[in-house]
């Protein structure tokens, strides 16, 4: 054993060595992400040679743009024979893509004021961890604040229809005990009977604490993709829910009425729908009788949406396991309570993806009202601006601004739905 | 029970539909607004300016006759209608005229159950090609690839063309002007074919126009003019009597710079009194004031001022009055006689 000697035993340690340079840093990333093969570093090569081509290409169009010039034919002139954009027509027209060409300008406050409200409203709703319930007091009253903001008018017209709200849920509350489905009826009923009095007081008061009213006509632009936006999806929701309880119920009239709505609506392109809102409406009503267009056009565009929303929220309901319809009746739950407390929560989880798409479809969707001689911005490019003697021939500088204010609005929605998923996040993955 | 009172209600309808066709004159004036039919947009035909005023030689016309009928010219709600819209908005009621570059036609005019009152601007389809084709008539465009909006007259009036000089084309189908525009500047087509305004100020828009010529030939017949609902003759004569009264104007040298001065005292051209109400009573035969072509004409000026200042040769647009002169000067413009 003696003479099998260690000869060598380290007594201390050795100092850390830092990593070689090809394992750290920078150089290991590109090693790993863009150059791990052979081919992949052909790839690497040839997409950074295509970019740098894209970016080198694009930038003197942008650098050289031309933001402010009276029209295109001037635009050229200074531009000389460069490549560049001429921008100036947004910076002349970007009222009129915004809040369309009838909108009278000193008035542009109220649906930006509006818009900014939108936010303080949706907070509650949208981040309801982070901001006080209270809020939803505001949230509530929202609509009719942005109302008479963007329409103008006598603030007796939506307090008035705050009031038949209130009635309306009064009603409900007072009944509910009774019968639940009779509650909704007459609460609606009562609201209804509500305001058509109202207007007998608020037609003569048209005066009464009034700012000045901008008819529906004169809305355009970019305002009225999102008004419809806003209105159609948040009205959406509720009506796809009840419409997928509905068609899940097992009461024959209601379950058949909600199917042959959903399928119906589902069968018929949204552009039909609106030519309907549009033309065919006219010839029923009688000449004079103003029925709002963006009412009838935010009635289609939400039916439309519901039955949609219905069905990807049917899709949530159906994946929930079957127990846990069996738990919820075994502690006694009825129909309501079960519903609230345990299905539509998961249900609903399920389904934020889905409806998150319909949202953004139908965000985007919006702008089919153009074809209905609706000026919505790409009915205002298409139109109006297109059309004038100054800015004929403008086409990637509008439509790209135009994709420019879509895609900020759908990747915020998009990025919000996956925040919204992962708080609500409650399996162990 | 139900309905019954569905059906009153909707026969209430029809009925009040009926009457207020009968009285449009009446509704107008009760109503202190014109409600005119105009394009979307059309350059120099009609389109909203930066400040969302109306403009152009559609929307003239529209001018015209809220100023004859309420004396202000600016008392017009323009709807704006698209190809597909424009006729149920009139049939319904919707609006009171419409003045939107709409082709006078036999099926039009009979079958829809519109009256077209007269044509603003006698049109017809053309060809557009590059300067570098070398290429000086349509009759020379044999094998050529033509840019053409699918489901439109100029389809089939092009596909005529060809048949009966016995040549060939390929058609390269699109589905708007703008669309067009950049097809045939990226050289998908040889040539571009649609009405000859359409080509006129698709071409102004071009970065180099020069370099594009329109060809001498006009294969089709397009009259545009202003339509009324059938039913309500008496409206119908009141817009047919305001163009022509733009016509006559022009043709009798009563322009917007000298109306006032001719209209304030009876001049020595009788017609020119009868038309500006110094003399006789034809305002009242169609139940106006005695002044209401003076007021249709102070508003833009004649006819021809209308056409210089929207479309004219020293617009961007450029178009020459070609069939549009008066019929004095080698043009097809001949308003019936004011008398």
Redesign the interface.
Same mark, same amino acid.
């Given at each position: 054993m003696s003479d099998n000697q260690i000869s060598f035993v380290r007594t201390h340690m050795l100092p850390e060595a830092p990593p070689p340079v090809a394992a750290t840093g920078v150089v290991k990333w590109l090693r790993e992400n863009l150059f791990s093969s052979p081919a992949n570093s052909l790839l690497t090569i040839v997409s950074l040679y295509v970019v740098i081509d894209i970016v080198i290409s694009a930038a003197p169009w942008f650098l050289n743009g031309v933001w402010d010039s009276p029209s295109l034919s001037a635009c050229r002139d200074i531009l000389d024979g460069n490549v560049g954009g001429c921008f100036a027509v947004l910076s002349e027209r970007w009222n009129q893509l915004l809040f369309g060409f009838k909108y009278p300008s000193e008035l542009y406050w109220r649906p930006g004021l509006a818009f900014i409200l939108l936010f303080v409203a949706g907070a509650p709703l949208l981040f309801f961890k982070l901001f006080p319930s209270k809020m939803l007091i505001f949230t509530g009253l929202y609509p009719f604040i942005a109302y008479w903001l963007i329409w103008g008018g006598s603030l007796l017209v939506p307090v008035f229809a705050l009031l038949g709200v209130l009635l309306g849920a009064f009603v409900y509350k007072r009944t509910v005990s009774a019968s639940a489905g009779m509650a909704v009826i007459a609460g609606f009923v009562a609201a209804l009977i509500f305001w058509i009095l109202s207007g007998f007081i608020t037609a003569p008061m048209a005066n009464v604490l009034a700012i000045e009213p901008v008819p529906s006509r004169d809305m355009g632009g970019f305002m009225i993709n999102l008004m419809l936006g806003v209105v159609c999806v948040s009205l959406s929701v509720p009506f796809g829910i009840m419409l997928a309880l509905g068609r899940q119920s097992s009461m024959p009239i209601i379950k058949w009425i909600c199917v042959v709505f959903i399928e119906f609506i589902r069968g018929v392109p949204l552009i039909t729908l609106l030519f309907v809102a549009n033309v065919v409406l006219a010839y029923f009503l009688p000449p004079g009788t103003a029925f709002d267009l963006i009412l009838r056009v935010i009635i289609m565009i939400t039916m439309f949406a519901s039955a949609y929303i219905a069905e990807v929220i049917r899709g949530g309901l159906a994946a929930l396991p079957r127990g846990q319809y069996e738990a919820a009746d075994s502690l006694g739950l009825d129909y309501a309570q079960a519903m609230q407390l345990i299905i539509l929560p998961q249900a609903l989880k399920i389904s934020i993806p889905g409806i998150v798409n319909v949202a953004v479809g139908l965000f985007k969707d919006t702008t089919l009202v153009s074809v209905i001689s609706m000026f919505d911005i790409v009915g205002m490019i298409r139109g109006p601006i297109l059309a004038s003697a100054e800015w004929n021939g403008v086409y990637w500088e509008l439509f790209g601004f135009a994709a420019l204010l879509f895609f900020v609005t759908c990747y915020g929605i998009s990025q919000y739905s996956q925040w919204l998923e992962r708080q609500l996040q409650t399996d162990h993955r | 029970m139900k309905r019954t009172v569905f059906l009153g209600a909707?026969t #209430? *309808?029809g009925v009040?539909?009926g009457a207020?066709?009968a009285a449009t004159l009446d509704d107008v004036k009760a109503r202190g607004k014109l409600n005119c039919g105009v +394009? /979307? &947009?059309? #350059? &120099?035909f009609?389109? =909203?300016?930066?400040n &969302?005023v109306w403009e152009g030689f559609d929307v003239a016309v529209c001018r015209a006759v809220a100023a004859a009928v309420l004396g202000d010219p600016t008392a017009v709600?323009f #709807? =704006?209608? +698209?190809g597909?819209?424009r006729f /149920? *908005?009139l049939?319904? &009621? !919707?609006i009171d005229m419409l003045a939107r570059n709409t082709t006078w036609t036999f099926s039009r005019d009979t079958d829809l159950k519109f009256e077209f009152v007269g044509v603003n601007y006698y049109d017809g389809q053309g060809f557009m090609v590059p300067k570098a084709l070398g290429v000086s008539s349509a009759k020379e465009l044999d094998g050529a690839t033509v840019c053409i909006q699918t489901g439109t007259t100029t389809e089939l009036n092009l596909a005529d063309f060809f048949r009966k000089n016995n040549i060939n084309y390929e058609p390269v189908p699109i589905e +708007?002007n703008?669309e067009g525009?950049?097809q045939y500047l990226a050289g998908a087509c040889d040539t571009y074919t649609t009405d000859a305004s359409g080509l006129a *100020?698709t071409r102004? *828009?071009? !970065?180099n126009p020069t370099e594009h010529v329109i060809l001498p030939e006009i294969v089709s017949k397009e009259p545009l003019g202003p339509l009324v609902r059938h039913g309500d003759n008496e409206w119908g004569d009141i817009v047919r009597w305001t163009l022509n009264a733009l016509i006559s104007a022009e043709e009798l040298g009563v322009t917007s710079a000298n109306v006032e001065e001719m209209a304030s005292s009876p001049t020595n051209s009788p017609e020119i009194n009868r038309l500006l109400g110094t003399e006789g009573n034809l305002g009242e035969m169609i139940g106006l004031e005695a002044d209401w072509a003076k007021r249709a004409i102070a508003v833009g000026g004649n006819y021809g001022e209308v056409f210089e200042r929207n479309i004219g040769e020293n /617009? =961007?647009?450029g178009l020459a009055r070609g069939l549009n002169a008066q019929w004095t000067d080698g043009g097809i413009l001949y308003s019936p006689p004011f008398r």
């Amino acid at each position: 054993m003696s003479d099998n000697q260690i000869s060598f035993v380290r007594t201390h340690m050795l100092p850390e060595a830092p990593p070689p340079v090809a394992a750290t840093g920078v150089v290991k990333w590109l090693r790993e992400n863009l150059f791990s093969s052979p081919a992949n570093s052909l790839l690497t090569i040839v997409s950074l040679y295509v970019v740098i081509d894209i970016v080198i290409s694009a930038a003197p169009w942008f650098l050289n743009g031309v933001w402010d010039s009276p029209s295109l034919s001037a635009c050229r002139d200074i531009l000389d024979g460069n490549v560049g954009g001429c921008f100036a027509v947004l910076s002349e027209r970007w009222n009129q893509l915004l809040f369309g060409f009838k909108y009278p300008s000193e008035l542009y406050w109220r649906p930006g004021l509006a818009f900014i409200l939108l936010f303080v409203a949706g907070a509650p709703l949208l981040f309801f961890k982070l901001f006080p319930s209270k809020m939803l007091i505001f949230t509530g009253l929202y609509p009719f604040i942005a109302y008479w903001l963007i329409w103008g008018g006598s603030l007796l017209v939506p307090v008035f229809a705050l009031l038949g709200v209130l009635l309306g849920a009064f009603v409900y509350k007072r009944t509910v005990s009774a019968s639940a489905g009779m509650a909704v009826i007459a609460g609606f009923v009562a609201a209804l009977i509500f305001w058509i009095l109202s207007g007998f007081i608020t037609a003569p008061m048209a005066n009464v604490l009034a700012i000045e009213p901008v008819p529906s006509r004169d809305m355009g632009g970019f305002m009225i993709n999102l008004m419809l936006g806003v209105v159609c999806v948040s009205l959406s929701v509720p009506f796809g829910i009840m419409l997928a309880l509905g068609r899940q119920s097992s009461m024959p009239i209601i379950k058949w009425i909600c199917v042959v709505f959903i399928e119906f609506i589902r069968g018929v392109p949204l552009i039909t729908l609106l030519f309907v809102a549009n033309v065919v409406l006219a010839y029923f009503l009688p000449p004079g009788t103003a029925f709002d267009l963006i009412l009838r056009v935010i009635i289609m565009i939400t039916m439309f949406a519901s039955a949609y929303i219905a069905e990807v929220i049917r899709g949530g309901l159906a994946a929930l396991p079957r127990g846990q319809y069996e738990a919820a009746d075994s502690l006694g739950l009825d129909y309501a309570q079960a519903m609230q407390l345990i299905i539509l929560p998961q249900a609903l989880k399920i389904s934020i993806p889905g409806i998150v798409n319909v949202a953004v479809g139908l965000f985007k969707d919006t702008t089919l009202v153009s074809v209905i001689s609706m000026f919505d911005i790409v009915g205002m490019i298409r139109g109006p601006i297109l059309a004038s003697a100054e800015w004929n021939g403008v086409y990637w500088e509008l439509f790209g601004f135009a994709a420019l204010l879509f895609f900020v609005t759908c990747y915020g929605i998009s990025q919000y739905s996956q925040w919204l998923e992962r708080q609500l996040q409650t399996d162990h993955r | 029970m139900k309905r019954t009172v569905f059906l009153g209600a909707l026969t #209430v *309808a029809g009925v009040a539909a009926g009457a207020s066709a009968a009285a449009t004159l009446d509704d107008v004036k009760a109503r202190g607004k014109l409600n005119c039919g105009v +394009t /979307t &947009g059309l #350059v &120099g035909f009609a389109a =909203p300016d930066a400040n &969302g005023v109306w403009e152009g030689f559609d929307v003239a016309v529209c001018r015209a006759v809220a100023a004859a009928v309420l004396g202000d010219p600016t008392a017009v709600e323009f #709807v =704006p209608t +698209t190809g597909k819209t424009r006729f /149920t *908005a009139l049939a319904s &009621g !919707e609006i009171d005229m419409l003045a939107r570059n709409t082709t006078w036609t036999f099926s039009r005019d009979t079958d829809l159950k519109f009256e077209f009152v007269g044509v603003n601007y006698y049109d017809g389809q053309g060809f557009m090609v590059p300067k570098a084709l070398g290429v000086s008539s349509a009759k020379e465009l044999d094998g050529a690839t033509v840019c053409i909006q699918t489901g439109t007259t100029t389809e089939l009036n092009l596909a005529d063309f060809f048949r009966k000089n016995n040549i060939n084309y390929e058609p390269v189908p699109i589905e +708007t002007n703008a669309e067009g525009q950049q097809q045939y500047l990226a050289g998908a087509c040889d040539t571009y074919t649609t009405d000859a305004s359409g080509l006129a *100020a698709t071409r102004a *828009a071009f !970065e180099n126009p020069t370099e594009h010529v329109i060809l001498p030939e006009i294969v089709s017949k397009e009259p545009l003019g202003p339509l009324v609902r059938h039913g309500d003759n008496e409206w119908g004569d009141i817009v047919r009597w305001t163009l022509n009264a733009l016509i006559s104007a022009e043709e009798l040298g009563v322009t917007s710079a000298n109306v006032e001065e001719m209209a304030s005292s009876p001049t020595n051209s009788p017609e020119i009194n009868r038309l500006l109400g110094t003399e006789g009573n034809l305002g009242e035969m169609i139940g106006l004031e005695a002044d209401w072509a003076k007021r249709a004409i102070a508003v833009g000026g004649n006819y021809g001022e209308v056409f210089e200042r929207n479309i004219g040769e020293n /617009t =961007p647009i450029g178009l020459a009055r070609g069939l549009n002169a008066q019929w004095t000067d080698g043009g097809i413009l001949y308003s019936p006689p004011f008398r």
